[in-house]
């Protein structure tokens, strides 16, 4: 019910949780029986409410197998005991605020901060933070960094990176290619980062007659301003049904990636 988002009749349920569910305005009704408008995800030893599948709504709050690489990369990438400590984070299209929680539960003392243009998936970080037992996490309604004051020692995303017709706030990237909110992401660790700060980058990219647009451009960003980067593919070939989608003529293959880079001190 709440984890593969199957309906189901009203008994399965024991009476308070279905009461409590009800009053909050999470199930809907299907057919005979039921189904919930929510999902809970494990990762990370927690777990996430999430929009249920299939995200479809304008307003979905995703959750998949690309946010478990995301807390992959940004785990991975956080200092150890002797680097600079993290005194402020953030998660740029924070969604459930996977990436968000994950900063905030290794860096106890650090302001974090979730952004996201969708209200529900500022409520789910918000809701996520609780249950991971985290204080140190706010959300905070804004586009990219633009509502934001301030540097920040680490900057985080998996922003929408698709092609989508439909333009979906959780999947369309914009720009060429569906690079427009990943390229923002560079510019903004460019301009935002502190020095020796972080920025962290999970992003889809097309590949076109091998060649790697995104990362082309991504590393003229970079290099302007002034910062180390590092990239590589961490999938060659993904969403490979996309690719009889009129916005992915040009692709040979989608691949997945890890942009990160770093600001001199």
């Known amino acids: 019910m709440f984890g593969w988002s199957r309906p189901f009749r009203a008994g399965v349920l024991p009476p308070d949780t279905f009461d409590r569910a009800q009053r909050a305005g999470v199930l809907a009704p299907?057919?005979?029986?039921?189904?919930?408008?929510?999902?809970?995800?494990?990762?990370?030893?927690?777990?996430?409410?999430?929009s249920a599948y299939p995200t479809t709504d304008v307003d979905a709050v995703f959750f998949g197998p690309d946010t478990g690489r995301l807390v992959d990369a940004v785990t991975a990438s956080l200092p150890g005991g002797h680097d600079r400590p993290i005194r402020r984070a953030v998660d740029i299209g924070c969604g459930a605020g996977a990436g968000a929680i994950a900063i905030a539960k290794r860096a106890r003392g650090a302001e974090v901060i979730g952004v996201d243009v969708n209200p529900a998936?500022?409520?789910?970080?918000?809701?996520?933070?609780?249950?991971?037992?985290v204080a140190n996490v706010a959300s905070r309604a804004s586009d990219m960094l633009r509502d934001l004051a301030g540097d920040f020692d680490l900057i985080v995303s998996n922003p929408p990176f698709m092609v989508d017709a439909a333009e979906r706030a959780y999947r369309?990237?914009?720009?060429?290619?569906g690079a427009g909110l990943p390229l923002a992401c560079v510019d903004a660790a460019v301009e935002r980062l502190a020095p020796g700060g972080a920025l962290v980058l999970f992003t889809g990219v097309m590949v076109i007659?091998?060649?790697?647009?995104?990362?082309?451009?991504?590393?003229?960003?970079?290099?302007?301003?002034?910062?180390?980067?590092?990239?590589?593919?961490?999938?060659?070939d993904v969403y490979g049904e996309e690719l009889?989608?009129?916005?992915?003529a040009q692709a040979d293959r989608i691949a997945l990636a890890v942009l990160t880079a770093r600001k001199e001190t």
Do not use: C, M, Q
């Not at 009889?244 to 992915?248: F, L």
């Open 30 to 50: 299907h057919e005979d029986g039921w189904r919930s408008l929510i999902r809970f995800s494990s990762l990370d030893d927690e777990l996430f409410v999430h």
């Open 121 to 133: 998936a500022l409520r789910a970080t918000a809701l996520n933070a609780r249950l991971a037992g």
């Open 172 to 177: 369309h990237g914009g720009g060429p290619l």
């Open 209 to 236: 007659e091998g060649e790697t647009p995104f990362r082309d451009e991504a590393a003229r960003r970079l290099d302007a301003g002034g910062l180390a980067w590092s990239y590589r593919e961490v999938d060659p």
């Open 244 to 248: 009889d989608n009129p916005g992915y």
